[in-house]
C-alpha cells in the first residue's frame, strides 16, 4: 500500500484527494496530483530523494523525518511536493520503533503518531493512560507537559500492543530485567542520630 502524501513549503502535510484525471496533457498521474493540488502553471519535476538530498516527510504528523530512495515530484514555482510513498506500514512501524527507543522524551506529535499506529482513538487512548480525554489530549497538542510516568506508560503500551514483535520481545525482557533488577536493589539503609536531644539524619554512602 502506498500513501500519497502531499505538501507545500510550510505546515502539515495533506494526503492529496484521489481525483479523476483533469483534462490536461501530463506525463503521467503523478503529475496530476501535483497540478491538481496548486495553482500554478508550473510544470512539476520529478527528482530522486537520496540520502544528502532527502524528502521531508512531514505528512507523517513529524517534523523530523527524512526519506530517501524514493521519486518525488516538486513544482519548481510554488515549491508544493508530492510523493508516492510505498509499504507505508513498514515505513511507520520503523518510525514508532525509533521514537519508542529515543532517548528523549516524547513530544505531542510522537504521541499522536503511536497512537494513530495502534488505531486507538484518543478518548481511548486516554483511559488507557488513566487520564481524562481533555487532559490527553492537551498532552497531544503540546498545551501540557506529561510527566515522565505517561511517557514511559506510551512506550511500554505500544511496544507491548504494536505489530513490531520484534519491539515486543525486546521490551518483554527489558521490562523483567527492570523489574527484577528492582526486586534485587539493596533498600538504603535509614540511620539517625540523636544529638542534643535531637534526631538528625546520617548520611549514608551510596
Ligand atoms: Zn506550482
Known sequence: MALRDFHGRHGRGAVAPDHPPVARTMPDRH??????????????????????????????????????????????????????????????????????????????EEMRFLRKRLGKKSAEFAAILGVVPETYSRFENEKQEPSPTYDHLVRLYYALHSDDVELSSVARSATDAVLGAKKKARRPRIAATMKDNEWHPVPQAA
Open 31 to 108: 503529475h496530476h496530483k501535483v497540478v491538481e493540488a496548486h495553482d500554478c502553471e508550473e510544470f512539476p519535476v520529478e527528482l530522486q530523494a537520496t540520502l544528502s538530498k532527502p524528502y521531508h516527510y512531514v505528512g507523517c504528523g513529524l517534523n523530523n523525518v527524512y526519506l530517501a530512495g524514493i521519486r518525488y515530484w516538486l513544482c519548481g514555482r510554488c515549491r508544493k511536493q508530492y510523493a508516492e510513498i510505498p509499504a507505508i506500514k513498514e515505513l511507520h512501524r520503523l518510525i514508532a520503533r525509533a521514537l519508542v527507543c529515543q532517548p528523549a522524551l516524547l513530544r505531542g
